[in-house]
């Protein structure tokens, strides 16, 4: 897999994905046999994240923009966009292409009243 597919299996009608926004997620991680290495949703807790300014791997950084809350997105992230030569831990080894589940739960920008 040599680029980023991104698959919208549910189109969300909530505020749209945007570069520096706060962005808050369900999601699930695969190796590229399809067995899952993580999951926010069996650790009990969704992941936030700044999305579009290098605090994730450039995978989700690129096939979250433009996502809705409410939707749901599949990506394909080849191991350039991942982790590259490094390996992570003893789950996903070096060079590994991914593959991300991903549920959008909520997009928080600089305007959003923080309360």
Request: hydrophobic share 35%; aromatic share 6%; charged share 25%.
């Amino acid at each position: 897999m040599s680029e980023l597919v991104i698959t919208d299996v549910k189109i969300g009608d909530g505020k749209t994905a945007v570069k520096g926004a706060l962005i808050t997620t369900n999601y699930r991680g695969f190796l590229s046999d399809g067995s899952q290495f993580d999951s926010s949703y069996d650790k009990g807790n969704s992941f936030q994240c700044v999305i579009g300014t290098g605090r994730v791997i450039k995978g989700w950084d690129q096939g979250i923009l433009g996502m809705k809350v409410g939707g749901v997105r599949k990506l394909e992230v080849p191991a350039a966009l991942a982790y590259g030569e490094r390996k992570m831990g003893n789950v996903i080894p070096a060079n590994s292409d991914l593959s991300f589940e991903i549920e959008l739960l909520e997009v928080l920008t600089r305007d959003d009243e923080i309360s």
